[in-house]
């Protein structure tokens, strides 16, 4: 059973998941991405995953775990959380732990083994964050669980470990350090001014018109004042909204054609550059909170992060964001 | 010149250090670490580095940048903040920067080019440790700083680029989130309990004793309950001491046996693992603070960090501290 830990000065949880009886030695990673060879993600082995969760499929056609999907969730395979228990809760001595309960799932994003994310066409992308919203939807029913990450790691710098395109989902039973931090910065904002920190940053940035890296009438990609990496990006709905689920299939094609510029704009900075994107969205039945406003964070990874970043939350960046922006805006005209 | 940058959200600084003009696609790291060739840091070549702040030397023989040195001191050849000017504190809209003042020193911990810190003897550690201390009290003497991150990278993977064994100091006018995190927590702690929570943490470690590496009668290593990393330890002196500075030669010794010993084991479980540690310790002018507690953070790097652990602060071990704890001590006894 994983069990969740919690660092008791910092309030930061960590999960401890043991794999089969390792060697010290056996840590350190090196494995490259598979290339070539089976690919359980791919149409025809669907045997070889858990049985799917949510997937799309033409309608004339629908049986579960055939071969005919455009999308397709199923439970990780070596999850870092497990479905089935109860939390436990316990105290030792003024330490905190509690089983490692939660869903772990893959979303995988296409059948095409070598489709790359950010080329899929924008109806296809749609499904992608349709399913995003559906399975945070019914994960939020389960009352054991606070968050869902969901998250991409492309390219293996970027800690994918396979090619075939797909993103990952983890409901977790408490708050990741990243969420509280973002709620109590933003709450206090609010108290104080009395407007949604995201609103006012997203009108400032409209205003300068220098960190903009594209919009559409209900999104913008915005490169953030104080970016940790080259080419880090935010994308956020222009209208305040707290919670991903809120979205309507309108709502997400919108922003599926905003994303996919995005990526193809980094793309055309630096070809295949590995990324993560992360959705940042309010805790699960909290229902819409004024101060908070849910965006996907996306962070290239280009310079290696040393121990001084490591160690400090203290990021040393060698790109003015005005002028990734500007290398943004021009990569797809030009 | 460099500029520091505050996330208005989560109220973490960013240091953009721009350089030489580049290219998008130069910001893609893969160059290797110097090996062989032209070393800066090795004797002989003192004037390659600028003019030392500080060394060890024989007391015979004493004019600054000379080779006989022993531990040596020098600015940054490419600072990522700098020393001359004034902060220059401004808004713009909602967002807040400064210019990048701040020292950026290397320090040179051995003429030997091949030398391993982990195998330095015991003493020459020492005066590794009394550099830090001196540079930290000298530099609390610049009102502008307000915190000294001191900080090693150990091998390609952790971020170092020079072969030849040297650790880094950055004094900076703002205080690192990590730092702040820390002080909060510790603080809250305190309140409620009117005790030192690291103190509390070692006096459980010493009394479970499953988690504790090696000790001796002034500092302690503990694998700690929720490690981010296989093998992350940290080391503590176990009597309540809020900044590095108040430390006498004496206790410095002692802290290099224990360091020395730690990264010994470290060595023995993993040979010529990367690792980065990083020194925790109260922010510059506090005076002695009764719920912090300086301490050294030891953070190998094994498992590669993806994006759910980037984004989130989450993080998922593979190995319980537990047995960490037991691999540690039995790595030098076989």
């Given at each position: 059973m994983p069990e969740l830990r919690k660092d008791p000065v910092l309030g930061r949880w960590i999960i401890i998941s043991k794999e089969r009886q390792k060697r010290p030695?056996?840590?350190?990673v090196d494995e490259p991405q598979t290339s070539g060879g089976f690919c359980p993600l791919c149409p025809g082995n669907e045997y070889s995953t858990p049985p799917e969760v949510y997937a799309f499929r033409d309608e004339s056609t629908a049986s579960p775990n055939d071969s005919n999907w455009k999308v397709r969730v199923v439970p990780n395979k070596f999850p870092a959380l497990i479905i089935e228990g109860e939390l436990d809760k316990q105290g030792e001595g003024l330490y905190d732990r509690m089983n490692g309960i939660g869903a772990h799932e893959v979303v995988i994003e296409t059948p095409g083994h070598n489709d790359l994310f950010a080329n899929l066409p924008i109806d296809h992308i749609t499904l992608v964050f349709r399913a995003f919203r559906d399975r945070l939807s019914d994960l939020e029913k389960d009352s054991r669980f606070r968050y869902v990450m969901i998250f991409k790691n492309f390219g293996r710098a970027a800690g994918a470990s396979l090619e075939h395109s797909h993103s990952q989902l983890i409901a977790l039973p408490v708050l990741p350090r990243m969420i509280v931090s973002e709620l109590e910065g933003s709450e206090s904002y609010f108290r104080y001014k009395d407007r949604c920190i995201f609103c006012d940053i997203i009108r400032q940035e409209i205003q300068q018109n220098v960190r903009v890296v594209c919009q559409n009438e209900s999104f913008i990609t915005i490169a953030p004042f104080a970016p940790r990496t080259p080419f880090e990006m935010w994308v956020l709905p222009k209208?305040?909204?707290?919670?991903?689920?809120?979205?309507t299939n309108e709502e997400l094609l919108l922003l599926a054609e905003i994303f996919s510029e995005t990526l193809r704009r980094l793309d055309g900075c630096i070809p295949q550059v590995p990324y993560n994107f992360v959705l940042h969205t309010q805790p699960l039945r909290t229902g819409r909170l004024d101060h908070f406003h849910w965006h996907f964070e996306i962070v290239p990874k280009l310079t290696s992060i040393a121990g001084f970043e490591w160690g400090s939350g203290f990021y040393i960046n060698p790109l003015p964001p005005e002028e990734a922006a500007q290398y943004l805006r021009d990569s797809l005209d030009s």
């Open positions: 030695t056996d840590f350190i209208k305040h909204s707290s919670g991903f689920c809120t979205q």
